[in-house]
């Protein structure tokens, strides 16, 4: 524990200001009340589980990787050190870690620090999901909510609680974003997962009866589906975030039909 051995980690005493935040940390949202309630357990009983921290050029000064809001807390206490760990492995996935084993990210913090591990590092969902210890289509899920309009998940992030994941993630199947304003309007008068999901089954429904969805018609539908992603696979372009996105939000939205 104490640097005896190169294969251990190492835990020192760390000056609280000389060290600076993780620029990769997933959490973006510090509530205030929480902060506090965690400062006053730490000044009661102290702090039960180390931060960690990389080493940096400058002697003394170290790089936060993972436990922020124990770091504030400190902070708020006017603690002059606390018990850290140097650890030397990649700062993002760590905290990403974490936080999700400690405390649930909100869904957008949790869905923009996935995306930017796979873009920063090229991991597939696949890889993803084995690092949080999910499957990959629940990491597809996760990264839906990306897809709904910039204002709906501001307005999330103002009260993060209030909201479910589930929620996000239904609404993300959507394509038309006068439904997807609607639904969630009613989502914010109190509308439940279930009754958001019936409510999506039944605006569905009826188009789906009016344009004649025969099994010959899906079967064709589905066919040209698989001749086009063939074709893309084989000449292998260079997709744009954008494309990435979609694609993704498509698989999520395949997921939901099949009810996995």
Same mark, same amino acid.
């Given at each position: 524990?104490? $640097? ?20 990769? +940390? ?15 357990? &730490?000044?009661?009983?102290?702090? +039960?589980?180390? &931060? ?12 936060? /990787?993972? %436990? ?9 206490? $006017?603690?002059?050190?606390? *018990? ?8 993002? !996935?760590?905290?990403?870690? !974490?936080?999700? =084993? ?16 796979? !873009? ?10 084995? #690092? ?8 597809? @899920? ?15 992030? +103002? !009260?993060?609680?209030?909201?479910? @994941?589930? /929620? ?17 309007? +009613? ?5 439940? /997962? ?8 039944? %605006? ?11 099994? =010959? ?7 040209? #589906? ?10 292998? *372009? ?15 939205? &395949? ?6």
């Amino acid at each position: 524990m104490f $640097g005896l051995s190169g294969t251990l980690p190492r835990l020192i005493e760390a000056d609280v200001a000389g060290i600076t935040p993780n620029p990769d +940390q997933p959490r973006t949202v510090f509530d205030d009340v929480a902060l506090q309630s965690l400062a006053d357990s &730490i000044g009661r009983i102290g702090l +039960q589980q180390p &931060i960690l921290v990389k080493t940096t050029d400058k002697p003394g000064r170290y790089q936060l /990787v993972a %436990g922020e809001r124990r770091w504030r807390a400190h902070q708020l206490l $006017g603690r002059a050190t606390i *018990p850290a760990i140097i650890t030397e492995g990649r700062s993002e !996935e760590i905290a990403l870690i !974490e936080n999700v =084993q400690r405390v649930d990210l909100d869904a957008v913090d949790l869905a923009r620090s996935l995306q930017r591990l796979m !873009e920063t590092h090229g991991y597939r969902m696949a890889e993803v999901g084995a #690092m949080l210890g999910c499957a990959e289509a629940e990491v597809s @899920r996760r990264l839906s909510v990306l897809r709904l309009p910039a204002d709906i998940l501001d307005a999330y992030r +103002q !009260e993060p609680s209030r909201v479910s @994941r589930s /929620v996000l993630v239904e609404l993300a199947t959507l394509d038309d974003e006068d439904r997807i304003r609607d639904l969630w309007a +009613q989502v914010l008068a109190g509308l439940t /997962v279930r009754d958001l999901r019936a409510a999506k089954k039944a %605006g569905q429904a009826a188009p789906s009866r009016a344009t004649g969805w025969t099994p =010959q018609a899906i079967g064709k539908s589905l066919g040209k #589906m698989a001749s086009d992603l063939s074709r893309l696979q084989e000449e292998a *372009p260079s997709l744009a975030d954008e494309h990435r996105a979609h694609l993704r939000a498509m698989r999520a939205r &395949i997921d939901t039909l099949l009810g996995e």
